[in-house]
């Protein structure tokens, strides 16, 4: 079946630094992919929808600049946590968007923990 | 807008117990209804769907029906095991757009 990867499964960075997580489809075209945050023990929190080849769609309070997002082909999309700090640090899940029958496929997530 | 109201948790069973999780639904459109099923440190996976009122979704055991008049899809299994141990999410999706998820229901099975 269809899979979502991504990489870095755990990422630990010193404060300041940036951040690239990359989100894959595996054996499937997604010219629509989605990023979430996770925070310990609460749902999903939908940060930005990626299309490809145009600029991303981010939801009210995610900061662009600060999460930024390239969909440059149909089976990648990255996500850049700039200038990460203690805050940012969180379980960041991607996932790709089912063409037939709605839905969504997801990828196993990344932990990121800013020192 | 649209929103998914979830059965807080966290909830405990033993072995082998019938398992009942509460999900309803508000939706301006005909929304796709989604269980998605999270493992500890993992993504979320898709347990079940269902794209109609009065469809049912069933995967591993576990079911649910699209109930249009009391806008609910309730999950259920009959007998509970030990690997059931997750956190459950509902979420519907109109069309292709971004899912609304309900806030997890997080399920521990003991032996």
């Known amino acids: 079946g269809a899979v979502v990867s991504q990489h870095p499964s755990r990422v630990i960075c010193k404060s300041g630094t940036s951040v690239k997580i990359e989100c894959r489809s595996l054996?499937?075209?997604?010219?629509?992919m989605f990023w979430y945050r996770q925070f310990p023990k609460q749902s999903l929190m939908l940060m930005a929808t990626s299309n490809e080849g145009s600029k991303a769609t981010y939801e009210q309070g995610v900061e662009k600049d600060k999460f930024l997002i390239n969909h440059a082909s149909l089976t990648l999309s990255t996500l850049t946590v700039t200038s990460a700090h203690p805050e940012d640090s969180s379980f960041y899940i991607c996932?790709?968007?089912?063409?037939?029958?709605?839905?969504?496929?997801f990828g196993p997530g990344t932990r990121l923990t800013v020192l | 807008g649209d929103s998914v109201t979830q059965m807080e948790g966290p909830v405990t069973l033993s072995e082998e117990a019938f398992l009942t999780i509460n999900c309803t639904y508000t939706a301006t459109g005909y929304p796709s209804l989604f269980w998605y099923v999270q493992y500890p440190g993992e993504g979320l996976q898709l347990l079940l769907k269902?794209?109609?009122?009065?469809d049912k979704g069933s995967n591993k055991g576990f079911e649910a029906t699209y109930r249009k008049e009391t806008t609910s899809f309730h999950l259920e299994k009959g007998s509970v095991q030990v690997s059931d141990s997750a956190v459950y999410f509902c979420?519907?999706?109109?069309?292709?757009?971004?899912?609304?998820f309900g806030t997890g229901t997080r399920l521990t099975i003991i032996p």
């Open positions: 996932s790709a968007r089912v063409t037939s029958g709605g839905g969504q496929i």
């Open positions: 054996d499937f075209q997604a010219t629509t």
């Open positions: 269902a794209t109609k009122a009065d």
């Open positions: 979420a519907l999706g109109i069309g292709n757009e971004k899912l609304t």
